[in-house]
């Protein structure tokens, strides 16, 4: 069922629900400048299925959410967790389990920190408890003097030849997208390029202002690191991540395993992406650790 939920800030954000809203709530945090339709429809069915009320939904500047005019009203990390919380209380929810993959891991975070009474479980899937890393390589800046690694060259290069050579057309911009999704895919697994078609297609079709998705990134560097306030996490969580993450390599996944107390660390052959190719053993996993 669709759903539009209102913000303290009065933006408008669009969401769906699966299952009884009567059973154990999960929300679904996508990663930056992604759609929640990124969520497969299977892989939420399947949670729903294993008894679980799952909540997918829009950030700000994406899909069929509100878009936001970022000089006059810039916005962090902390302003998308309070999207979070209010994406809870719009669905009569008081308390989820938090399922955050990438950007979506660090709203996830800091609402275990910020809101803890909020959070019923912790599911971290590629993320990191430092962004720095990542957006500094990103931005040609020098990463050495960070504890965790900058995303591999291959991830670079890619996004240097982009810059060197922007897509134009629609079929271009098509296509430079899903040779970006095939670099983040990697792992052991062969890249899922018919459904990440399709998936690209429907959320250019969803998109009111396709450009807005990349306010995420003023968001994320706008926004410190979790390194220290990570340690504070008390809820039980579980952290996924793929041995051949090209964005995030592995020993991010290390460090907020170590950080966060009783957490457990599950490792598949994938890259930053587990949709359709890793989804059967990403939601065996989650809906284990749930039960458990």
């Not at 098509?174 to 018919?194: C, D, H, K, L, S």
């Not at 039980?236 to 957490?263: E, F, V």
């Amino acid at each position: 069922m669709e759903k539009l939920i209102t913000t303290n800030d009065g933006s408008t954000l669009w969401s769906e629900s699966f299952g009884n809203p009567a059973d154990r709530a999960v929300l679904l945090i996508m990663g930056a400048m992604n759609q929640g339709i990124f969520w497969p429809d299977e892989f939420c069915r399947g949670l729903a299925q294993a008894g679980h009320h799952v909540i997918r939904y829009d950030h700000r500047d994406t899909g069929k959410s509100s878009t936001v005019d970022f000089q006059k009203h810039p916005y962090d990390l902390d302003t998308l967790a309070q999207d979070a919380v209010a994406m809870l209380q719009g669905h009569r929810v008081g308390k989820a389990v938090i399922v955050g993959l990438s950007m979506g891991g660090y709203i996830a975070q800091l609402l275990a920190i910020d809101h803890p009474e909020c959070v019923d479980r912790l599911v971290l899937i590629s993320t990191t408890a430092d962004h720095r890393p990542y957006m500094a390589a990103t931005m040609g800046q020098p990463v050495d003097a960070f504890s965790l690694p900058a995303p591999d060259n291959k991830f670079l290069d890619y996004l240097h030849a982009t810059a060197a050579n922007p897509p134009r057309t629609a079929e271009e911009i098509e296509a430079n997208m899903i040779e970006g999704w095939a670099v983040t895919y990697g792992g052991e697994r062969p890249f899922p390029q018919e459904q990440i078609t399709a998936a690209i297609r429907l959320a250019a079709q969803r998109a009111a202002n396709p450009y807005a998705c990349f306010q995420h990134g003023r968001a994320v560097a706008a926004s410190p690191d979790r390194l220290e306030s990570v340690k504070r996490i008390t809820a039980p969580t579980l952290i996924i991540h793929g041995r051949y993450d090209a964005l995030l390599p592995l020993p991010h996944a290390a460090y907020t395993a170590k950080a966060i107390s009783g957490s457990q660390l599950q490792i598949f052959g994938m890259g930053h992406s587990f949709m359709w190719s890793w989804s059967d053993e990403v939601l065996a996993s989650i809906s284990g650790f749930i039960k458990n």
